[in-house]
Structures are given as C-alpha cells and as structure tokens.
C-alpha cells in the first residue's frame, strides 16, 4: 500500500491473479482499521497543504502525471491486462484515456473560479458587493471497480488533486496493481506527501470504515448498486456521488445505417466481456429490418476471437472470476428457458464465455431486468417508435442509451422521452470521452464525471460579501 508516499504492509499478504487462467501476478496487502486510519490521518495532514498550492502548481503536477504516463503506457497497459483480465489492445486504449483524464483534470485546475453576485438587484443590496469562490472539500475516500482500475481511478483523483483536495484511494480487491503504480507515479510528480493514499483489502470492510470516519468529507463511488445505496444510507451529511451501473440499451429504427450500427453494437456489446457499465445489453430493432439486423450481428460476434489477454490478437478474454462466469452462464439459461433463442454463443470455459446473442427475450428474465456485466446481447423487436421508448424505459437503471436512425425528428424525440443520464443518436450507449459529463439517473446513480463536473462536486462554493 502507499500511505504518506511511503510503502506500507500487513500481515495479510494476498495473490493478485490473471482471471483468464489463476495465474499469480503479484501479491498485495490487506488493510486494517489502524492502516485505513492512517491513511485518512495522512490525508488530512495533506490537505491544508493541497488546498495552499496555487491552481497553476496542482495543473504542473497533473500535466507531470500524464506525461509519465504515456512514456510508460505498455507497463501499466500490461499490469491492467494481468490484474483484470482485459485484453491487451483495450488495455492500452484504457491507458491513453487515463493520461487524457488528467491532462483534462489539468486543463479544469486552470478554470476553477466563482462569480460576481449582482448584490445591487436587490433594494438591500445596494452599497454592497459580493462574489463566489470555489474551495476544496478536504480528504476525498475514491473507491473504484475492476473493470476500468486506471481510467475511473483517474476520474475521481484527477478532479479531486486539481480542485486542491487530498485522497484515500481504494481499488477493487481484485485489480489493485495499477493503483499502486499510479500513487507512485503521482510521487515522481512532486504531489505533496499524503496527498495520495491507496489502502488494499476487502470493500465491505474498508469501505464502511471509510464512510463512517470523521474526516472523510466526501465518498466518490463506482460499483454495483447495492454497495453503492448501502453507502449512501449511511454516508449521513457527507457529500456522495455514485455511478451505479445500467443495462444499456439500444433502438434500430427501419432507416438505420446497418453498415455502421451493426459493428459498433457488436463492439459495445462485447468489449472487455460485456463488464462496462454502459455495455450494450437490451437491443430493439425495427421489426422491418429484424432478420437482417440478426443475421448481420450474428455474423460479426461470430468473429470475434478469444484467447489469452496478452495476446494482441484477442477480442474476448475471461471474466474478472470464474463465479462471474457462472452467473452469467445461468442467466443465459434462465433466458432461454423462459422462451429466449440462443443464436450464436454462451459457452463457458472456466472463466471465458463465448460472445452470446439471443434474440426474443421474455422482459421478465434477469437478462433483461439486471445488469448482466457479460459478453451477452438480447434483440427484440418492435412495431413503433413509441413501444420501443417504452421498452427502454422500463428498467430501473438510467446510465445511457441511443437510437440509430437518420430521422432527426424520430431522434429528438427518443431524447427527450428517454430517462437516463446520458443519450447517443447514432451512437452506442457505450460512447464516452472523458470531458464529457458522465452518469445517470434511477439506480444508476447520483452525480455526474468527466472532470470539469467532477470538480463541482468535489468543491464547495463560499459567497464572500462586502459593504462599500
């Protein structure tokens, strides 16, 4: 672990593994209460020192950071690989993202201002003058998944660092590799000691211990939604953002560009396994075009290869855990018995599961109720723009969606009706860049990403008032 930049063990040493075959890749320690307490007193000792550091010197240290990052992309790109299971050309994709968070957190250190408030609007306001300024919150607990362990890490410490906050990081327990090589590198950068902390171990434990400590002014937390309402019941006043997940869908209108929806849905469906928030999962096609949308998708997830992550020709590697698999094995079934027809895929190997397409799914199976977090897509098909709205909307989630078609109005008109955080015309749900603002609605969270939003929410603003 790294606590006041310096590197700290437990007793209570833990194999990191490559989930395609069990293989160990590192050892890592587990935390306890006194190793989670010193990481926040070592935190709160930064803090003061962070928010006296002028924007200029927070945006040199990000700019520092991304810069290093790149010239060692193929490292971490190959650590992210090994602790999750990501295949090695999406490992390196994640990598460039992250360094582009940070120059993007740099850029937003620079833009960190208030206001004038027209104090004179007012009759009692006459004589007086007022403006608004921005300051940091204090320690920030930062508690990521598996799926993404260096660019949403990046997202939330990124934002945190530029808005002159300190951080306790917690990676999943499964990926916590490049989060120590990432407060390593932050190190090399000049951050202030302290500034950036990463305690390892189980969530349930330290995550708790997080919430309910004294001195931790705001919880930032990606992960599933049970953990993530637990921590909002008990978080109190303190301030929470939280992205939740979703069971993304899509709507295939009659006048779809097939040439281009069909692979970027096969691409948004089966990135990294289907484990993205946003990876495609409910597919509605037009029922005109259902038999050529199937055959097309059909075709191109056939394509894809499997295989080992490190390997630079894999498309499809393992699941975080073989008990991930299973699960979604058994939701593959539940489908199909219930009515679903298995086009194309849903074989397991240990942890691997082939890239599975059904078609006709009943809206009561898991499949299509939860998040999968899986290499598997369901079509349906609908007669009218407003059935397949309605269709989208019944679920409890809210992350992204998207329609493909070349009716601007038709598209609109999704956009409006549809109630989720982010929505993509003519483009997957799985969009993202990193600027941009990024969460949901529902049981896909509370709070927005993207680093000039994040900022807001990790900054209070203070009116500051004065009579002539």
């Not at 060692?72 to 295949?87: D, L, M, T, Y």
Request: net charge negative; glycine share 8%; hydrophobic share 40%.
């Amino acid at each position: 672990m790294r606590i006041g930049g310096e590197p700290v063990r437990s007793s209570h040493p833990q194999d990191v593994q490559l989930p395609y075959d069990g293989s160990t890749v590192g050892t890592i320690f587990q935390a306890d209460k006194e190793i989670v307490d010193a990481g926040v007193a070592s935190a709160t000792a930064a803090a003061p020192v962070m928010r006296e550091m002028t924007l200029d010197e927070r945006a040199a240290i990000l700019r520092g950071a991304h810069a290093k990052l790149l010239s060692r992309k193929e490292e971490f790109a190959r650590a992210i690989s090994s602790e999750s299971g990501k295949p090695l050309k999406e490992a390196r994709i994640e990598t460039d993202r992250s360094a582009l968070t940070l120059l993007f957190a740099s850029e937003e250190a620079h833009r960190l201002h208030g206001e004038v408030v027209p104090m004179d609007a007012s009759p009692a306001g006459k004589g007086h003058w007022a403006m608004t300024v921005r300051e940091p919150l204090g320690v920030i607990a930062a508690i990521t998944p598996f799926n993404f362990p260096l660019n949403l890490a990046m997202h939330k410490i990124g934002p945190a660092l530029a808005a002159g906050n300190s951080v306790v990081h917690k990676p999943a327990s499964s990926t916590p590799i490049s989060a120590v090589m990432m407060a390593d590198l932050f190190s090399e950068c000049g951050l202030p000691k302290g500034a950036l902390n990463v305690i390892t171990g189980p969530g349930g434990s330290i995550g708790e211990q997080l919430v309910f400590h004294k001195d931790i002014a705001m919880i930032t937390f990606t992960g599933s939604a049970e953990v993530g309402l637990r921590l909002r019941n008990l978080a109190g006043l303190k301030r929470v953002t939280l992205e939740l997940g979703n069971n993304s869908a899509v709507i295939i209108e009659n006048d779809a560009n097939l040439e281009d929806a069909v692979p970027r849905c096969v691409a948004g469906s089966y990135a990294h396994s289907g484990q993205v928030c946003i990876s495609v999962q409910r597919i509605y096609v037009h029922q005109d075009i259902r038999g050529e949308f199937i055959d097309r998708f059909v075709e191109h997830a056939r394509k894809l290869k499997l295989g080992h992550p490190h390997d630079n020709a894999t498309d499809i590697s393992s699941l975080i855990t073989e008990q991930e698999a299973e699960r979604v094995e058994s939701w593959i079934e539940e489908a199909v018995q219930h009515g679903a027809k298995l086009l194309a895929g849903g074989r397991r190997t240990r942890a691997t599961i082939e890239p599975a397409v059904l078609a006709d799914v009943p809206a009561n199976v898991q499949i299509s109720c939860r998040e999968a977090f899986g290499p598997v897509a369901g079509i349906n098909s609908y007669r009218t723009l407003d059935e397949a709205i309605a269709l989208v909307n019944a679920s409890d989630y809210g992350l992204q969606a998207g329609i493909y078609t070349r009716d601007i109005q038709k598209a609109f008109t999704a956009a409006r009706k549809i109630h989720v955080g982010g929505f993509m015309i003519n483009q997957i749900p799985q969009y993202r860049v990193d600027q941009m603002p990024y969460g949901g609605v529902k049981m896909s969270g509370a709070g927005r990403e993207g680093p000039k939003y994040a900022i807001e929410e990790m900054t209070e603003s203070k009116l500051i008032c004065w009579k002539i």
